[in-house]
């Protein structure tokens, strides 16, 4: 066992190990008995590619080179394709048009530019493509509708490939702000989805629609929902025609039906069965059309698996190692497929055998396989906040077979803050974590107020205190840690992403706990951000913060940008170039203010990134940047050879 400084173990796990070797798994689906998902690969400059198994059992790409998976609806995109008896159709990144690919042929346009499309839904004939579009061909705000494309007769080569083909839609509803979930009964006779308007996120309210098809659109529509203080997500339809949903009306997203003109409850637990609607066409749950239902249910952030009788309203759970799932369906009748990953296992594309619970990796997200004597497995941590209430983080020591600390010495910690902010962090294996406790720093990855996995009551904690819940939990976390000593608070950073940028920018302009904060294209100016974000956002803050203008007051109260009088630590900014959720200019005042202030900071840019970086080169430098970054305010030099980074003053 070698003695060394915390923060200066030498580490197996490079920055370009997490970059190059990791793939994205999301959209899982099954069509025909066959799975099929999508790959996001950092290597290939973030592309998405379509993938499914093929008769050997190997993973076999379908995506051509020269094509991009991906949609733009909401900027944060969701389900990019569908697949048909004969045919795939995708939308494509770089013009957001959706191409209709056949067996050996070359992908060809259905759609003009100047839309996006996204949560796909075939009707069982294969003749129409149901589809969430986002019209940006006017002025304003683009308009979000539930669309329909006829592609009963499509080409089958390539000679049109520069104009469409199906047109861009026939639109069946467009009496919302936002549409999502279109989805088709077996019978082909009905359709349900969920809508919503601003100033409402998805998880803050959203109605259930269903509808008679008709050759002519939409007849007899019909809401299920009020659409106040109830968040409806994931409809589907079960084999006998009945329509399930989830709704946290109880507090928890619990699972329901709409039967002969009639709702009841299928599943009561306290705990999450579904999750925020970041992206489109999210699946937490499928029916096994006898009756039962394969839900993911979450519980203080932990995911798990289980049966649910929809009947008796029991649910039997599956015994497994995983506390992260995501993207469950249906394979055969006796399995499962999902998104999985464990504690000590990153997130793989899984088979789950129903009755006997053992499972198979289908495709692994990752090649690098860490020893377990360098993996820190998360702690669950409860600790008290403001108000006399209690707050949630997964708390990972510094872990290392081969390294020790001098006798005495506490290590550093990093405070983690997800983004969102209604999101949470899950205590699933990340590389990204094992990055630092692998070189002797503690990590602390906090679901502060207003995060999810605990209940509409606790996601509602941020109403109204954005700024001021999250930032106080951030901090009573440190002084709980320091309390018990566990770690240094004389080396105390933080790092957060978008609304985890803002709480960063926040914690360093209103405490003094932190000496250092990594902040990636994070808010510092929140009226900007209200004036300048994408549509899915545009009202966010309302409830965040408060309606503009009349509460300008305390968004000038909680900006970073607005209190630079106590901003003394250190900080490091990333940002993307072609932001559209949080915009450059944003990164750039905070830095420039601070720089004039005399404080210590620094600042990557990213042509070509938006919000998040997808390419392999950009993620290795921001975490090796990062880690300089720290070694220079800590007074430590991490081992290796780094890029260095200079700290403007």
Not at 153 to 162: H, K, M
Not at 309 to 315: N, V
Not at 364 to 385: R, Y
Request: with cysteine.
């Amino acid at each position: 066992m070698q003695q060394a400084p915390y923060g200066t173990w030498h580490s197996p796990l490079a920055a370009a190990d997490l970059a190059r070797s990791a793939i994205a798994l999301n959209y899982v689906q099954v069509a025909g008995g066959q799975p099929y998902w999508i790959e996001g690969r950092p290597a290939e400059g973030g592309r998405n590619v379509l993938m499914t198994m093929g008769a050997d059992g190997a993973a076999q790409e379908l995506t051509p080179a020269g094509f991009n998976a991906r949609t733009r609806v909401h900027e944060y995109g969701g389900t990019p394709y569908a697949v048909g008896r004969n045919a795939i159709y995708f939308s494509n990144f770089a013009d957001q048009r959706v191409y209709v690919q056949r067996a050996g042929g070359a992908p060809v346009p259905l759609t003009p530019e100047g839309y996006r499309y996204a949560d796909y839904e075939l009707d069982k004939a294969g003749e129409r493509l149901f589809c969430v579009r986002e019209d940006h061909t006017g002025s304003g705000e683009p308009k979000n509708t539930l669309v329909v494309l006829d592609i009963a007769v499509v080409p089958t080569g390539d000679s049109l490939a520069n104009r469409s083909v199906a047109g861009p839609g026939t639109v069946l509803f467009a009496k919302s702000d936002f549409v999502a979930y279109p989805r088709v009964s077996p019978d082909g006779r009905r359709i349900a989805w969920i809508a919503w308007n601003h100033p409402d996120l998805p998880w803050d309210a959203t109605t259930l629609y269903v509808a008679n098809l008709t050759s002519h659109g939409l007849s007899g529509i019909t809401a299920l929902s009020s659409g106040s203080r109830e968040s409806v997500l994931e409809p589907r339809w079960d084999s006998d025609g009945t329509l399930y949903f989830v709704s946290d009306r109880s507090n928890w997203w619990n699972l329901y039906r709409y039967k002969n003109n009639h709702i009841d409850t299928a599943l009561a637990i306290e705990a999450d069965l579904s999750s925020p609607l970041w992206t489109l066409g999210q699946s937490s749950y499928t029916l096994t059309g006898e009756g039962r239902a394969v839900v993911r249910y979450t519980v203080a952030a932990r995911d798990k698996l289980g049966l649910a009788d929809l009947a008796s309203g029991g649910l039997a759970p599956i015994d497994l190692p995983f506390v992260g799932l995501s993207n469950v369906q249906l394979l055969s009748a006796t399995t499962a497929i999902a998104i999985a990953a464990s504690a000590i296992e990153e997130s793989a594309l899984v088979s789950i055998d129903l009755g006997t619970g053992q499972y198979r990796v289908l495709r692994s997200s990752g090649a690098i396989k860490l020893d377990k004597g360098l993996i820190s497995v998360a702690e669950a941590v409860e600790f008290p906040t403001s108000g006399g209430q209690t707050a949630h983080a997964f708390y990972y020591p510094p872990t290392h077979s081969e390294f020790t600390a001098p006798a005495g010495e506490k290590p550093p910690l990093i405070v983690k803050v997800h983004g969102g902010p209604t999101s949470h962090s899950k205590p699933e294996l990340a590389l990204a974590t094992q990055y630092w406790t692998s070189r002797g720093f503690a990590l602390l990855d906090v679901n502060h107020g207003g995060s999810s996995g605990f209940g509409r009551a606790y996601r509602e904690r941020l109403n109204g205190k954005w700024g001021i819940v999250d930032v106080g939990d951030v901090v009573a976390a440190v002084r709980y840690l320091v309390a018990t000593g566990r770690v240094d608070g004389r080396r105390a950073a933080i790092r957060g992403g978008s609304a985890g940028g803002f709480t960063v920018l926040a914690a360093l302009a209103f405490h003094d706990v932190f000496r250092a904060g990594a902040n990636y294209y994070g808010v510092s100016d929140l009226e900007a951000l209200a004036r300048d974000t994408h549509k899915f956002e545009a009202r966010y803050l309302d409830r965040l913060v408060a309606p503009l203008p009349e509460g300008r007051e305390i968004y000038e109260a909680r900006a970073p940008i607005r209190h630079l009088e106590r901003f003394n630590a250190a900080l490091i900014t990333f940002q993307g170039a072609d932001d559209k959720v949080v915009p450059p200019e944003q990164s750039r005042a905070i830095v420039a203010a601070l720089k004039a202030k005399g404080v210590p900071v620094a600042y990557v840019e990213f042509e070509g990134e938006q919000h998040g970086f997808r390419r392999a080169e950009n993620i290795v430098r921001s975490l090796e940047s990062e880690l300089v970054f720290y070694g220079q305010v800590f007074g430590f030099t991490p081992h290796g050879a780094l890029p260095p980074v200079t700290l403007l003053t």
